[in-house]
């Protein structure tokens, strides 16, 4: 069965950290380019992180530059977003997303929530 599972989602303090995983289950990962989005509410769904390419080339939406980096571990077909200084604003759920190179096929996770609030 074909899917991708967020975990790590919490509520943490202004200036804390977390890390979200994807695992993916009956596809391999670097096969697709793989992202973040993050959805507020009354927001549109954003792209927050990307992981594109053979050369892992990652791109990242500017109000987390230097603040959260996307990665992935091939053995355990997971990735990964390690968010750091976290801020209020970044208070939303955030799904993980892989798409085709080739094609128009894509796939959602479920969403985790992140919370950020003294």
């Known amino acids: 069965h074909v899917q991708l599972e967020e975990s790590g989602g919490d509520l943490v303090q202004p200036g804390g950290s977390l890390r979200l995983s994807c695992a993916a289950s009956d596809l391999t990962l670097s096969n697709y380019a793989q992202s973040w989005h993050r959805q507020a509410p009354g927001k549109e769904r954003e792209l927050v992180a990307e992981?594109?390419?053979?050369?892992?080339?990652?791109n990242y939406a500017d109000s987390v530059k230097g603040r959260f980096s996307i990665s992935r571990d091939n053995a355990k077909n997971t990735l990964y977003l390690q968010m750091s200084s976290l801020k209020p604003e970044d208070t939303a759920v955030y799904y993980c997303?892989?798409?085709?190179?080739?094609?128009?096929?894509?796939?959602w996770g479920q969403g985790t929530q992140v919370t950020v609030s003294s």
């Open positions: 992981l594109t390419g053979t050369d892992n080339k990652t």
């Open positions: 997303k892989i798409e085709s190179y080739y094609t128009t096929y894509h796939l």
